[in-house]
Structures are given as C-alpha cells and as structure tokens.
Nanobody, 112 residues
Framework: QVQLVESGGGLVQPGGSLRLSCAAS????????LTWYRQAPGKAREPIAT????????NYADSVKGRFTISKDNEKNTMYLQMNSLKPEDTAVYYC?????WGQGTQVTVSA
C-alpha cells in the first residue's frame, strides 16, 4: 500500500534552515504529483507546495514562496522541502501527501 514517511523536522532559530524529506513506497513514485502540507496548532492542514510527477512544475503558497523549495528524486523515491529564512509562523507539523494518503508528519518549531 501507499506509504509516506517524513523526516528532518526539528527546532530551529528564526532565519534558519531545515530540509525535510518524504520517503515513498507502494506506488510508482515517478507517475504522481506530490504535495507538502502543514498544520499549525489550532489551524486546518494546508497545502504549501506541490510538485508535478516529472518534477518540472512546482507551485507554492504565498506564505512560503521565495523561501521554500520543493524537489523530488524519482530514482530515490523521495521528495524534499528545503526551508530557508524560517519564521516563527512556520511552526507546524509538516506532512507529505499523494493519492489521498499522508505520512505521520514531522514537527518543525521555529523559536529563539
């Protein structure tokens, strides 16, 4: 079955960087678009970045545009989210998703 496993979260100071990974299995990774989502405390889960199956086309929420970069390695069945210039408001649990499935999430906390 489809499995997605996120990793790379942690505690970082404002202005810092993190790179999240999403390891996928159970489907033909190169055939599907994937999305990074996040859910802040008390808020709904929201999509923040999407990448096409080929990896050529990307889209970002305005809140992360210019700071976050989504990418995927179809040989490693892994998607990434490079997060730079992190802000306290980026604090959330980050999930990857496709085909109606999400991983367990990884916590990102931005705090001094």
């Amino acid at each position: 079955q489809v499995q997605l496993v996120e990793s790379g979260g942690g505690l970082v100071q404002p202005g810092g960087s993190l790179r999240l990974s999403c390891a996928a299995s159970g489907f033909t990774f190169s055939n599907y678009a994937l999305t990074w989502y996040r859910q802040a405390p008390g808020k709904a889960r929201e999509p923040i970045a999407t990448i096409s199956a080929s990896g050529i086309t990307t889209n970002y929420a305005d809140s992360v545009k210019g700071r976050f970069t989504i990418s995927k390695d179809n040989e490693k069945n892994t998607m990434y989210l490079q997060m730079n210039s992190l802000k306290p408001e980026d604090t959330a649990v980050y999930y990857c998703g496709t085909l109606g499935v999400w991983g367990q999430g990884t916590q990102v906390t931005v705090s001094a």
